[in-house]
């Protein structure tokens, strides 16, 4: 059974500030990362995927994956009132043949002006 | 298309009606997915459909819920007899081809189903 543990929040931040979500996993046979922001009821949208140890950056984003610790996580810098969201991360791998993504239950953030 | 096409966006049924979902995946994106996600719950597997492979129903959570994709493009979620319970969106997302983990997987809006 694959898992992946994300704390529920919300995690409050103030406009300007870094927000670090963190994002664990059971199945070590995981071979890509996502981050995807959800607006409340709206649809998932990528943000970002990582696939190797150590960090990735766009823009404001930057994703960090430690497959020895078995955690991703995604800092948002200069955090937005437009970033209060869900965050979602999402793990896929070859576990039993099959590539479907598992999603964790999502971070909710709310960067207060 | 340009992206994931959902039908219908809002659907309010009566609790023992059928319903039916519809999901055209990006063109050209043989894998697509059905996930439904509750009111504050996370993502919630569904099927999974890659090329003319047997799908992978492994998600559905009673067999009054299945799925079909046809000449491999176009699928329906049909939900026979629904309860209150079935209440969610149901959430579609297609991909490039198996054989790399590292596609992305891309979601249509959603069809908001409703039972009452």
């Known amino acids: 059974q694959k898992e992946v543990e994300q704390n529920s929040g919300p995690l409050s931040v103030p406009e300007g500030a870094i927000a670090s979500l963190n994002c664990t996993y059971s199945d070590r046979g995981s071979q890509s990362f996502f981050w995807y922001r959800q607006y409340s009821g709206k649809s998932p949208e990528l943000i970002m995927s990582i696939y190797s140890n150590g960090d990735k950056e766009d823009g404001r984003f930057t994703a960090q994956l430690n497959k020895a610790s078995q955690y991703v996580s995604l800092l948002i810098r200069d955090s937005q009132p437009s970033d209060s969201a869900t965050y979602l991360c999402a793990v896929r791998g070859r576990s039993g043949g099959s590539y479907i993504p598992t999603f964790g239950r999502g971070t909710s953030l709310i960067v207060h002006p | 298309g340009a992206g994931v096409s959902q039908s219908p966006s809002n659907k309010v049924t009566e609790k023992g009606k059928d319903v039916e979902l519809r999901c055209d995946p990006i063109s050209g994106h043989t894998a697509l997915y059905w996930y439904r996600q509750s009111l504050g719950q996370g993502l919630e597997f569904l099927i999974y459909?890659?090329?003319?492979?047997?799908?992978?129903k492994s998600g559905l959570p009673s067999d009054r819920f299945s799925a079909e994709r046809t000449g491999g493009s176009v699928s329906t979620l049909t939900i026979q007899r629904t309860q209150q319970e079935d209440s969610a969106v149901y959430l579609c997302?297609?991909?490039?081809?198996?054989?790399?983990?590292?596609?992305?997987?891309?979601f249509g809006e959603g069809s908001w189903l409703t039972v009452v």
């Open positions: 997302a297609s991909s490039l081809a198996q054989g790399s983990s590292g596609n992305t997987i891309y």
């Open positions: 459909f890659q090329g003319n492979s047997a799908p992978d």
